[in-house]
């Protein structure tokens, strides 16, 4: 069915729900992305993240993933913060981790939106998503113009930066398309200039096995590669540099979600960090998405930037 009509009431109740952007792209193939994925893959940009290869053609298009599909709505959930951690030795630990794993706040969030269909227009078949399928989530955001794709790779939005989640619900609705939006870095080169590790190698290109977020969280090798001493910047779980440094991000405004933030993580100092047992670990971060490391992960990523800073 044509639901352009709903469009407005979905993009109320996703404000109302906390998504601070909504948008509409019709479901299809990824005429673009494909030359980019298959060329990203073939130069092992992935690193030891074997999953990226799996589904392809799903990755590609949405219609595979969820048959009957006709319409991917995406949706913006802010993570910014003015908070930061105490003590300003202690290991940093990426801003999106500060508190409860999004995964469950937004999934959270998504199923209240999908029952909300449901009740406003009728029977709705589709699927939710938050980062946990091969779905090209900026790739949509994009294409659903709510913003641009960055050199650094993340989605940048004009009025409030790159600090936010992106999440989806696919579905058999039909919507027009939104008006995509032109990209705006300019000449600027702030995220490649400051990456402690190279890692963006080109405008738009992450070697995503350089790249610390992948390093300290997605790699589980016992050591990580010696490579990268003295190159971490104190970064234990995940890196902010090449959104700290984006010009666009002095537009982002503090979220509201108090579930985003553990203030007993933020108090913890250099030394809290280091003495970590697997006790302290499983009370401080239950519910964390720090638990992806899993313990000797994350005792590895501590022992190899304090040796850094040594």
Known sequence: MNANKHKHSIISKAQELGFFYCGFSKAGFLEEEAPKLENWLKNNHQGKMSYMENHFDKRLDPTKLVPGSKSVISLLFNYA?????????????????????????VKEKLVQLFDFLNESIGAVEGRA?????????????KKSGLGWIGKNSNLIHPKEGSFFFIAELITDLEFDQDPVMKDYCGTCTKCIDDCPTDAIIE?????????????TIELKDELLPSEFKGKMDNWAFGC???????PWNRFSKPHQESRLENPKLLDFTKKDWMDLNE??????????????????????????VNTDAK
């Open 240 to 246: 902010d540099v090449c959104q700290d440094v984006c």
């Open 203 to 215: 405008p738009y290109v992450v070697d995503g096995s350089k790249c610390i977020s992948y390093l």
């Open 129 to 141: 998503f938050v980062d946990s399928a091969p779905v090209m989530d900026k790739a949509w955001a």
């Open 279 to 304: 006790e302290t670990y499983r009370e401080l971060l239950k519910r964390s998405p720090m638990k992806r490391t899993k313990f000797n992960g994350l005792k590895r990523n501590l022992r190899f």
């Open 81 to 105: 913060t003015e908070a930061s951690q105490k003590d300003p030795d202690a290991p940093k630990i990426s801003k999106y981790a500060f508190g409860e794993d999004y995964h469950y706040i």
